[in-house]
């Protein structure tokens, strides 16, 4: 029997995983049926079934692909830069930056946790709430030091994260904003939202040299 070459092993779940990343968020999780993924994917049901489980398990790991990759960049930034201003600019930017280049999958993630129950709903669930939990407590320490002016920490987190979150589903690359910018750009708002203060004047993007918005995320 000819041996298989882990690009090859590699190939088949990678073209399962975009096939359902593509109909999931065009027909939504409950519309797409399992033979239309793997005829996508140019596969059969008895190799889908062998890399996924079933339906659910595929879009797990889709959330999980997509989520995870976030987080560990959160808790990287949170560990290399020293003031919640630079650490609260680079989730922004990170943020904005993968929801535009893995744009399908992040629209996925963020609206199909509601097809799922149980322990994976709980799983997917819980791997946002560490993700989120990252941005609070930057938000929550900012307060603390005096260099952030809000007077309730988690609700401004949320707003913020939904509002980094909306650019998947409006921004275009051809347009006239680049992406770069744009990540600057939703720094500058999220600062200023913060009402971030430093030696008594507030604090902006161009002040801050904390890299490119990608300094952090391995994937």
């Avoid at 959330?63 to 003031?83: D, K, N, Y």
């Avoid at 630079?86 to 509601?114: C, F, G, N």
């Amino acid at each position: 029997m000819p041996r298989v070459r882990a690009s090859e092993a590699a190939e088949t779940p990678r073209r399962i995983r975009e096939a359902a990343i593509s109909l999931f968020a065009e027909r939504g999780f409950h519309g797409t049926g399992i033979r239309d993924i793997a005829t996508q994917a140019g596969v059969t049901l008895s190799s889908l079934y062998h890399h996924f489980g079933s339906k659910d398990d595929l879009l797990v790991d889709i959330m999980f692909s997509s989520t995870e990759p976030l987080r560990r960049a959160a808790e990287r930034a949170g560990q290399a830069l020293e003031t919640p201003s630079e650490r609260l600019a680079m989730l922004i930017e990170q943020h904005v930056w993968e929801h535009v280049t893995d744009r399908l999958a992040k629209i996925v993630s963020d609206t199909e946790v509601r097809a799922l129950s149980g322990e994976r709903r709980d799983r997917v669930v819980g791997l946002r709430d560490a993700y989120e939990n990252v941005w609070r407590t930057t938000v929550e320490e900012g307060a603390a030091a005096g260099e952030f002016t809000v007077s309730h920490p988690k609700a401004l987190t949320i707003g913020l994260l939904e509002m980094c979150t909306a650019v998947s589903h409006w921004f275009q690359p051809s347009g006239d904003l680049a992406l770069r910018e744009l990540c600057r750009t939703y720094a500058d708002g999220g600062l200023g939202l913060m009402r971030a203060m430093r030696g008594g004047r507030p604090v902006r993007r161009a002040d801050l040299d904390i890299g490119e918005p990608t300094r952090f995320l391995l994937h």
